[in-house]
């Protein structure tokens, strides 16, 4: 079947540190990955995206590359700041099941000061 | 341009009686995916929806649940009967469809409570 299987919380960084989290999938097709970030009490938003292979997305100082010879989408940050605090969700999307998407369990990051 | 509207914010019902969610999409979207996020764990998928229809509700409850996305109003997604495993936060996500693509919107969610 199609999943996504992210790295385990919560991950506590200081302020500055390099953060990475690591995603991996499995899926019958070509899929599109995603990363969403939810921030306390909110709604999910869509953070980057890759649609092909080696394709890189980034966004706000995040990035993440599309690897299909490991199968893996894994997030990561130079320097992370307080302000990054929130979950981070990973997630697929195939081209042929409609447009739903299927996450990963969510990544809690928490950034001292 | 407002973005996913979802109301309640918060709903609390007893075992039994029903849940009520309503979503609004974003302007000129007519398409709406539903999702549930239960304690410690990611969303899932549980139905999608196109103007008056249901394109795909493989992730739906067999029993208890529907949904609904009429032709004027926002969607709705039902719970009849709630016990007490249906708590958790529902999203809703909307995107544009067709050749504008389906890159989807949330919602900020509902926070269902079954006491």
């Not at chain 1, 199968?71 to 447009?99: I, M, P, W």
């Amino acid at each position: 079947g199609n999943s996504v299987t992210q790295m385990e919380g919560p991950v506590t960084l200081s302020e500055e540190a390099f953060l990475t989290i690591n995603c991996t999938y499995t899926a019958t097709g070509y899929p599109s990955l995603f990363w969403y970030v939810q921030y306390p009490g909110e709604g999910l938003q869509l953070l980057l995206k890759a649609t092909k292979a080696d394709d890189k997305g980034s966004n706000k100082g995040f990035e993440a590359t599309y690897r299909k010879e490991t199968t893996s989408f894994h997030l990561e940050k130079g320097s992370v700041q307080v302000s990054d605090s929130a979950v981070y969700f990973c997630a697929l999307r195939l081209y042929n099941q409609g447009g739903k998407l299927i996450f990963g369990q969510g990544t809690e990051l928490s950034v001292k000061p | 341009n407002a973005g996913v509207m979802q109301n309640p914010r918060h709903l609390v019902r007893r075992r039994g009686q029903e849940a009520r969610l309503r979503c609004s999409p974003m302007k000129g979207h007519s398409h709406v995916y539903w999702y549930r996020q239960l304690p410690e764990e990611g969303l899932k998928f549980m139905v999608y929806l196109q103007k008056e229809n249901i394109i795909d509700e493989s992730g739906m409850p067999k029993e208890r649940f529907s949904a609904e996305f009429p032709k004027e109003g926002p969607s709705i997604l039902r719970i009849q009967q709630v016990v007490r495993g249906d708590s958790a936060a529902y999203f809703c996500a909307s995107s544009p469809g067709g050749s504008l693509g389906n890159e989807q919107f949330f919602g900020p969610g509902t926070r269902l409570t079954v006491l």
